[in-house]
């Protein structure tokens, strides 16, 4: 016998260890504090880091080629400092593997810590919804995440496997 209630298609909020700006939930329909405790979601207040600084963002190396391994004894300060909203721990860390590959790809380092990058890559992200549009090669209605108005020459499957093949 199937029933209905807080047991079914979903982990239910009641019994999840995580609070609610802890997990991607946020990322896609993000709510406060309150937004969060009225709807009976578990809240957790942040973890209150106090790093002591050793370097400001604005005097690092504009080009990695000038970084030394040293940085990887700094504790360097964030670029938004804690004045936005996105979870900024104001201070940051780079790890040997992250020196290594900034090196590899030839990239400057960071300037934001990471919840402030993870948050910048997330605004890149398309909507979570579809758009209805023509295929641009043999106008098939198709359903696709790039909004109407955006640039991008969208294919259906078929044209996009010619296209690519």
């Not at 329909?29 to 405790?37: G, Q, R």
């Not at 940085?71 to 909203?85: M, V």
């Amino acid at each position: 016998m199937i029933k209905s209630g807080e047991y079914g298609e979903f982990f239910p909020f009641s019994v999840s260890p995580f609070p609610y700006w802890d997990t991607v939930a946020q990322e896609h329909f993000p709510l406060t504090k309150e937004e969060v405790l009225a709807k009976g979601y578990n809240w957790r207040e942040p973890t209150v880091r106090s790093y002591i600084v050793t370097k400001e963002w604005h005097d690092l190396p504009g080009s990695i080629s000038e970084v030394t391994d040293e940085i990887l004894k700094e504790t360097i300060s964030c670029e938004h400092n804690g004045e936005c909203a996105e979870q900024c721990t104001k201070a940051f860390k780079i790890t040997p593997a992250e020196l290594k590959f900034y090196r590899e790809m030839n990239i400057p380092l960071p300037t934001l810590c990471y919840q402030c990058r993870h948050a910048s890559r997330v605004k890149t992200r398309n909507p979570l919804k579809l758009w209805d549009r023509a295929c641009a090669k043999c106008a098939v209605a198709i359903k696709t995440s790039y909004a109407p108005e955006r640039p991008e020459v969208i294919y259906c499957e078929t044209c996009y496997n010619a296209e690519v093949a």
